[in-house]
């Protein structure tokens, strides 16, 4: 083995020590390259119209299929997957349902924190290097490359798969010129004749294998709609008022899901006290001190009580 390809090892295997020093439970390494399987299913997807209101996944189609359009020389694509699977979950009773995902502290600041200290310890080990880091908001298939990292695979309700591990996961990169050793894309059909989660969508947004129609999620209706939400879904969306998680409940992989260990995902005193009552009754001022930090902000205070007008029908 030559002294480069020594160097490689090394690195890769610091890089995957680090990141669970950091708090991430899994990472992977890609190379960067065209996604020349995903680019027609993206662009089915898109000509179907299915991203509903998402105007910016039209936005920079080649960047979204190739890293290197993202970063100059990118040779590496980095994913982490961080669990955020709560140890319990915020009591339904009299209550409406935020997704899991939002219980705690705002996952985009969470890793982006961590994925700045990788990227500056990388550079203390490798010298000049050319790295960004990615957390959803930026044209990245982050699912895509979680898979070609050897990670998982992309379950038929299009949520990422770890084996041993569930779909409970934030998925984040860092794209980077450092060459790395790879790892191996795992079998993709694991998923087999299941159906759970295409049976148990109450709006029926999973219409094909790995393919949502997103103006018929809950996700989508309850986060990205800005205009109202049409009558048709009146009834279906069971007391959910930001974001949605029964594809995910409903996974036979998610048995494997366990407690994260992230304090900054708990939720705060303020939502898990929160009634039916307290939330219909919440002001805009209580909405920016309850939610400060939070990722339901994403849907504003206007967003959020529109959800739960519509609930309350």
């Known amino acids: 083995m030559s002294s480069g390809n020594i160097h490689k090892t090394k690195l890769s295997q610091w890089i995957k020590q680090r990141s669970t020093e950091l708090g991430f439970d899994y990472?992977?390494?890609?190379?960067?390259?065209?996604?020349?399987d995903e680019a027609p299913r993206l662009e089915q997807w898109l000509k179907s119209g299915m991203h509903g209101e998402m105007q910016y996944m039209e936005n920079y189609f080649d960047k979204r299929l190739d890293p290197r359009k993202l970063v100059d020389g990118a040779k590496s694509v980095i994913v982490f997957l961080k669990n955020y699977?709560?140890?319990?979950?915020?009591?339904?009773?009299?209550?409406?349902?935020?997704s899991k995902y939002a219980y705690g502290k705002d996952y985009h600041f969470v890793i982006k924190e961590k994925l700045k200290e990788l990227i500056a310890e990388m550079e203390a080990?490798?010298?000049?290097?050319?790295?960004?880091a990615f957390v959803d908001s930026a044209p990245v298939l982050e699912r895509a490359w979680a898979a070609k990292a050897g990670l998982g695979w992309i379950g038929k309700n299009a949520n990422f798969i770890h084996p041993k591990a569930g779909s409970f996961f934030f998925i984040a990169e860092i794209i980077t010129d450092l060459e790395l050793e790879y790892d191996q894309p795992k079998d993709n059909d694991f998923c087999g004749a299941c159906r759970n989660c295409i049976d148990a969508c109450p709006t029926q947004a999973i219409v094909g294998d790995r393919v949502i129609d997103s103006k018929k999620c809950i996700s989508y209706l309850t986060i990205e709609l800005k205009d109202q939400i049409p009558e048709e879904f009146n009834g279906q969306f069971k007391d959910r008022i930001f974001g949605c998680d029964i594809?995910?409940?409903?996974?036979?992989?998610?048995?494997?899901?366990?407690?994260?260990?992230?304090?900054?995902?708990?939720?705060?005193?303020?939502?898990?006290?929160?009634?039916?009552?307290?939330w219909e009754e919440l002001s805009e001022e209580s909405f920016r001190i309850v939610f400060k930090k939070s990722a339901v902000k994403r849907t504003k205070y206007s967003g959020l009580t529109r959800n739960i007008r519509f609930v309350k029908k």
Do not use: M
Request: proline share 8%; glycine share 6%; charged share 20%.
């Open 125 to 132: 080990r490798a010298g000049a290097i050319n790295a960004r």
């Open 27 to 36: 990472c992977g390494l890609a190379p960067a390259t065209f996604l020349e």
């Open 247 to 278: 594809c995910q409940d409903v996974c036979p992989w998610t048995r494997f899901s366990t407690p994260h260990q992230e304090t900054q995902f708990i939720p705060n005193q303020q939502l898990n006290g929160l009634t039916k009552k307290g």
């Open 85 to 98: 699977f709560p140890e319990k979950e915020i009591d339904h009773t009299n209550n409406y349902i935020v």
